[in-house]
Structures are given as structure tokens and as C-alpha cells.
């Protein structure tokens, strides 16, 4: 049996229970989070303050950083998209990145008479709706498929492929 505790899980544990060092253990945990946020926000050219220890509850303590474009507008960078969904930054291109994956998933299924034999089989309770063209149904089955993710898809080498992850599984379905 354990437990396995994030950074921010400790720390709290560590106030909780007033732990003999904790605030000097926290405050050396800010010191290196700071390094990072500093290092990091050079590194991908964006502006990066400082950490602080972020308070969502009584009960909750975090170290946070809040980055952000060093110029109005600026991009997102690909490596922070996927952290903080609910920020309004890197969402259009989240959005874009999403699409272009989809395509691709999209037209090399489409490509594959193998692959569209699996995926109708798989999607085979997937009823077609009254005159929907065949390819808006094979797509619609696609977009199901790929929100599956890599795990739970037709084609997981496929997946990990356009959306460069690595693959969850060691082969393909089909």
C-alpha cells in the first residue's frame, strides 16, 4: 500500500500538520520554483512573474505561475497549451492544433480501405442519418473515434502519430 503526493500535496501536508521546518521547506520549494518560472519563461521567450504559493481554499495550498505573451497577442507556446485549459490564452490555437490533428487523422483513415472496413464495423451501431452523404458519416464516425484518444481509439499508432504522442498501445486495431 502508499500514497503518491504531488509537490503541492506535500506542501500542504507538511502546513497541515505543522510539520517542525515545513515554512523553510516551503519557502526553499518557492526559491526553486522561482528558478524554474524564471528559466522556463526565458527559455520559451514569454514572461513568467513570480511563483507564489496560491491559496484556492483553506485547504488547499499550491505553488503557482502565471505566464503570459511577452507582446499583446503573442502565441502560446505548443509545450503550455495543454496546461490551464481554462485560460483564454492558447485557445485558438488549442482550437487550431485540435483541427489540423483531426485532419490528418481524418484523411489517413480515409485513406486505408482497411481502416474504413474497421471503422465501420466498430461504429457499426452508429446509425446514418436519414440522407447523410456517406462521407459526412465516415467522418462523423472519425471524430468519434479520434475523441476516443489514444487509448480508446481504432488506430492508436495513428493517433500518437498526428497528435505526436507517444502510443499508448503497441498495435493497431483492424
Not at 2 to 17: G, P, V, W, Y
Not at 30 to 37: D, E, I, K, P, R
Not at 96 to 121: F, G, P, W
Given at each position: 500500500?502508499?500514497?503518491?503526493?504531488?509537490?503541492?500535496?506535500?506542501l500542504?501536508?507538511?502546513?497541515?500538520?505543522?510539520?517542525?521546518?515545513?515554512?523553510?521547506?516551503?519557502?526553499?520549494?518557492?526559491?526553486?520554483?522561482?528558478?524554474?518560472?524564471?528559466?522556463?519563461?526565458s527559455?520559451?521567450?514569454v514572461?513568467?512573474?513570480q511563483?507564489?504559493?496560491?491559496?484556492?481554499?483553506?485547504?488547499?495550498?499550491g505553488?503557482?505561475?502565471?505566464?503570459?505573451p511577452?507582446?499583446?497577442g503573442?502565441?502560446?507556446?505548443?509545450?503550455?497549451?495543454?496546461?490551464?485549459?481554462?485560460?483564454?490564452w492558447?485557445?485558438?490555437?488549442?482550437?487550431?492544433?485540435?483541427?489540423?490533428?483531426?485532419?490528418?487523422?481524418?484523411?489517413?483513415?480515409?485513406?486505408?480501405?482497411?481502416?474504413?472496413?474497421?471503422?465501420?464495423?466498430?461504429?457499426?451501431?452508429?446509425?446514418?442519418?436519414?440522407?447523410?452523404?456517406?462521407?459526412?458519416?465516415?467522418s462523423?464516425?472519425?471524430?468519434?473515434?479520434?475523441?476516443?484518444g489514444?487509448?480508446?481509439?481504432?488506430?492508436?499508432?495513428?493517433?500518437?502519430?498526428?497528435?505526436?504522442?507517444?502510443?499508448?498501445?503497441?498495435?493497431?486495431?483492424?
Amino acid at each position: 500500500m502508499h500514497k503518491n503526493l504531488t509537490i503541492d500535496e506535500m506542501l500542504l501536508a507538511a502546513s497541515r500538520s505543522k510539520m517542525p521546518g515545513a515554512k523553510v521547506l516551503i519557502g526553499e520549494a518557492l526559491a526553486l520554483s522561482n528558478a524554474l518560472a524564471n528559466e522556463l519563461s526565458s527559455h520559451l521567450r514569454v514572461n513568467g512573474p513570480q511563483a507564489e504559493i496560491g491559496f484556492e481554499s483553506n485547504d488547499d495550498i499550491g505553488i503557482l505561475v502565471s505566464f503570459s505573451p511577452r507582446e499583446a497577442g503573442g502565441a502560446c507556446p505548443p509545450v503550455l497549451m495543454d496546461f490551464d485549459t481554462e485560460s483564454d490564452w492558447g485557445q485558438c490555437e488549442r482550437e487550431s492544433r485540435d483541427a489540423e490533428q483531426l485532419n490528418a487523422y481524418t484523411a489517413a483513415v480515409l485513406d486505408d480501405v482497411n481502416m474504413v472496413a474497421s471503422l465501420l464495423a466498430a461504429y457499426s451501431t452508429v446509425e446514418k442519418q436519414s440522407g447523410e452523404a456517406l462521407m459526412n458519416y465516415l467522418s462523423r464516425c472519425i471524430r468519434a473515434d479520434f475523441s476516443c484518444g489514444g487509448e480508446g481509439c481504432l488506430f492508436p499508432r495513428l493517433y500518437s502519430t498526428v497528435t505526436q504522442q507517444e502510443p499508448a498501445l503497441e498495435r493497431e486495431r483492424g
